[in-house]
C-alpha cells in the first residue's frame, strides 16, 4: 500500500453486480451468507435450477386487492334489550274512589246561563280582539304632517331685517318694523270627508282622519262635513235637530279627504262639475284649498289649476315635503 491515499469513488449498483459475477460460489450456504449480508432475502439453487423471480404478478395484485369480507363476517350490532312484559292486573274490579264535581249549569233549567250562547260555548271564546289597522297618516306623525297642512302664516315677532335695510337704504319713513312671518292654526280648519261607495276601503280612514285633526284643532276650530258625490251639497249635524250646509269661511282651511269620483283609473282622470264650482267656490273666499287623494300621483287629474294643493294621502308624505310645497303656511288676506 503506497503511502499516498487515493479518494475512492462511489459504489452503484453496475461495481455490486460485476462484484457479484466474479464471486465464485461453492454451495447453497455461502449463497444465503452472502445474500444475509447484502440484505437480500434470496434462497439458495436447489438441484441445479434457477432462482425464482423476486416480482410475482398474482402475488402482488393479490396484496393490492384484498378479498372482501363475506356478510357472515360483519360486526354483530347490538340490539335494544327487549321490553318487559306488561304485568297482569287482579281479575277483580276496584271501586273509584274519585267524587263528581257538582255541575256549573243551574240545575233544572231549560235556559242556558248568562255566559253561555246559544251553542253552549263561552262568550269569551267568541270574542275575538280587534285586529290593528295602521292609518294612512301614521299616529306618529299624523300631528305634523296636518300642522305643516293647514297653517297660515302672519306676523311674528322677530324683526325682518332685510327688509328694514331695504327701507332704511330707500329713505323710507318707519313708522312699523317689519317683522318675519310664523305659522299658526288659529283659523281652523274645514274637513270634509267623502262618504261615497268608491271611498269605502277608506270609510276607517276618515274617521282616524277626523279624529287626527280633533287632537290638533280642538272641537271649536275644526268643523266636519260629509257628502257622497258633490262637495258643495256637503253637511253637518248640528244638534239637536237640524243639519248645516256647507259654505266656505273667508280665510280658513278646507281639507277634503276623496277620490274625486275617479272610477277608472286606466283613463284619463277628469273631475266632475260639481267640483270645479266647489274649487272656484273656496278661491272665491280666500280658503286654501287641500285635497287628499289616496291614488298615487300617475292617477291625479292635471286641469284642477293652481289653486287646489293635491297631497298624497299615503304613511310615506312627510311634514318636510308638505313645506317644502306650500313654504311655512298659506298665505291668506285679512
Known amino acids: 500500500m503506497s503511502g499516498t491515499s487515493e479518494k475512492r469513488g462511489e459504489i452503484h449498483l453496475g461495481d455490486l453486480i460485476r462484484a457479484l459475477k466474479g464471486l465464485s ?127 297660515t302664516r302672519r306676523g311674528g315677532g322677530e324683526i325682518d331685517l332685510p327688509a328694514l335695510i331695504d327701507r332704511i337704504v330707500s329713505h323710507e319713513i318707519i313708522d312699523e318694523l317689519p317683522t318675519l312671518p310664523t305659522a299658526t292654526l288659529e283659523r281652523g280648519c274645514q274637513l270634509l270627508l267623502n262618504y261615497s261607495d268608491n271611498m269605502a276601503p277608506f270609510w276607517e280612514d276618515l274617521g282616524a282622519l277626523a279624529g287626527q285633526l280633533r287632537a290638533i284643532l280642538g272641537e271649536n276650530d275644526l268643523r266636519v262635513f260629509e257628502f257622497d258625490r258633490n262637495p258643495c251639497d256637503a253637511e253637518r249635524w248640528a244638534p239637536p235637530d237640524r243639519t248645516e250646509r256647507w259654505r266656505p269661511r273667508k280665510g280658513r282651511p278646507v281639507l277634503v279627504a276623496t277620490d274625486l269620483g275617479i272610477v277608472d283609473r286606466r283613463r284619463p282622470p277628469v273631475v266632475g262639475e260639481g267640483w270645479r264650482r266647489f274649487i272656484d267656490r273656496c278661491q272665491e273666499a280666500g280658503c286654501p284649498l287641500l285635497i287628499l287623494l289616496p291614488w298615487q300621483q300617475r292617477y291625479w287629474p292635471r286641469d284642477l289649476g293652481r289653486h287646489p294643493i293635491l297631497l298624497h294621502w299615503n304613511p310615506h308624505t312627510s311634514a318636510g315635503l308638505i313645506r317644502r310645497r306650500i313654504g311655512i303656511g298659506h298665505e291668506v288676506g285679512e
Open 25 to 151: 460460489v461453492e454451495d447453497d450456504e455461502q449463497v444465503r451468507a452472502v445474500a444475509r449480508a447484502l440484505g437480500f432475502g434470496l434462497r439458495g439453487r436447489s438441484g441445479g435450477e434457477a432462482t425464482p423471480r423476486v416480482y410475482d404478478p398474482l402475488r402482488y395484485a393479490a396484496r393490492q386487492n384484498p378479498p372482501r369480507r363475506s356478510p357472515a363476517a360483519r360486526p354483530i350490532v347490538p340490539q335494544p334489550p327487549e321490553p318487559p312484559l306488561p304485568v297482569e292486573l287482579p281479575p277483580e274490579r276496584l271501586d273509584s274512589r274519585l267524587k263528581p264535581l257538582e255541575s256549573t249549569a243551574p240545575p233544572h233549567s231549560d235556559e242556558p246561563p248568562a255566559w253561555l250562547n246559544d251553542d253552549f260555548r263561552l262568550l269569551e271564546q267568541l270574542e275575538q280582539p280587534p285586529l290593528h289597522r295602521q292609518s294612512l297618516f301614521h299616529d306618529n306623525t299624523s300631528r305634523g304632517v296636518l300642522a305643516a297642512a293647514l297653517a
